[in-house]
């Protein structure tokens, strides 16, 4: 899961980064309101957010600490919830910016859950404790009626913007998880080819159903050697560098996927065999002019064998896929490093191929 990890991982580092950007300007606002209204204690409290916030931003650096940002942004509204509501008093509002606590806790996957559930209960007492205190102790502070309602409504919208972007965030961590997963469940995970599951798919697909098809089965010769010679690593690299030279011969819409081991099939949805012919003979030619460069500096230069057949409409994947493969099998018999049509009893010739 580690290729899975990393963009999730960084959206919620930039995540983290806008909050402290935005939690850090209101607090900046906030201080000349508090200063002026009397409330000395909770303007240098601003300050001191401030000065948590920007540490929080300077962690949120791609180099930084973003669990230790998240940690430092959790603890100051925390603080500064409990703080305020003593300070000013309950019809401030600010406790509500305790509540969007819980699902950021319990959704957060850096912690064991035990720890999430400790961590929720104690914002959950501290939450009812508060709100025990201040129905039995006046504010430290006595604010207008207008101020209070003003930090209510703002506390309010702060709430509010707080479980939108949470939602936001979990659905799009939702949507990107499956999006990967099912990457991962079509492809190949050496070469980043199509999976046989995802071919026997899009070969059933419309317009391929209904039209003609070409398929190509394309097996690298004398494969056995590299690995053998050269090891497993160095065969690992051929492959790769004859998938992308699958690629770079044929279309956007044809489908390429490593059938099994050193063998690749390729389908050309809507494709009449002759034009069929011409993209089998290409990719030939343009493999055989493939190298791969070893440690050692010396090129590695391989070859392909290609059986080709046709798709017909609603015929089953895998009959033409055994015709392919007996044509392919002649094209090894007769020597490799050819083209071999299923269609045909002898292997096309390059001059019919090049019209
Ligand atoms: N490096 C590497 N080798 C693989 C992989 N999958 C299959 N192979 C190897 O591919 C080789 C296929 O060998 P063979 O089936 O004898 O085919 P070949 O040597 O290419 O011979 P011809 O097809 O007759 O030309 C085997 O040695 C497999 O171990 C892979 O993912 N990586």
């Not at 070893?294 to 009959?319: C, D, K, M, N, R």
Request: proline share 5%.
């Amino acid at each position: 899961m580690s290729t899975t990890a990393q963009p999730l991982h960084e959206s919620y580092r930039l995540l983290i980064r806008f909050c402290a950007v935005v939690v850090c300007l209101v607090h900046l606002a906030f201080i000349p309101i508090f200063a002026g209204t009397g409330v000395h204690a909770l303007a240098a409290g601003n300050v001191l957010s401030v000065l948590a916030y920007g540490y929080a931003y300077w962690q949120s650096r791609p180099q930084g600490n973003v669990r230790l940002a998240a940690d430092v942004i959790a603890l100051e509204i925390g603080l500064h919830a409990v703080a305020a509501t003593l300070a000013i008093g309950w019809s401030s509002g600010f406790h509500y910016l305790m509540i969007p606590m819980v699902p950021v806790c319990m959704l957060s996957a850096t912690r064991p859950r035990a720890a999430r559930m400790g961590i929720v209960l104690c914002i959950s007492l501290a939450y009812i404790g508060l709100r025990f205190w201040s129905s039995r102790h006046p504010p430290f502070y006595r604010l207008s009626d207008g101020l209070l309602q003003a930090l209510e409504y703002g506390c309010l919208v702060t709430l509010f913007l707080a479980f939108i972007t949470i939602a936001l965030r979990y659905h799009d961590i939702i949507v990107e998880a499956h999006e990967m997963l099912r990457h991962e469940a079509f492809t190949d995970p050496l070469t980043g080819a199509l999976n046989r599951r995802r071919l026997a798919q899009v070969a059933t697909l419309p317009p391929a159903a209904d039209t003609h098809s070409a398929l190509l089965l394309c097996d690298l010769d004398h494969f056995k050697l590299v690995n053998d010679q050269y090891g497993h690593s160095v065969g690992d690299q051929v492959l790769q560098a004859f998938y992308r030279q699958l690629l770079e011969c044929t279309r956007g819409g044809d489908h390429v996927c490593r059938w099994g081991g050193e063998e690749f099939l390729v389908l050309l949805p809507q494709t009449d065999m002759a034009v069929a012919r011409m993209v089998a003979y290409r990719l030939r030619a343009s493999v055989e002019r493939t190298s791969v460069r070893l440690l050692s500096g010396e090129l590695l230069f391989i070859t392909v064998t290609v059986g080709l057949t046709h798709l017909g409409p609603g015929e089953p994947l895998q009959a033409a896929v055994h015709r392919a493969d007996e044509a392919l099998y002649r094209g090894k018999a007769a020597g490799r490093n050819q083209v071999q049509d299923s269609t045909v009893e002898r292997p096309v010739p390059v001059a019919e191929l090049q019209v």
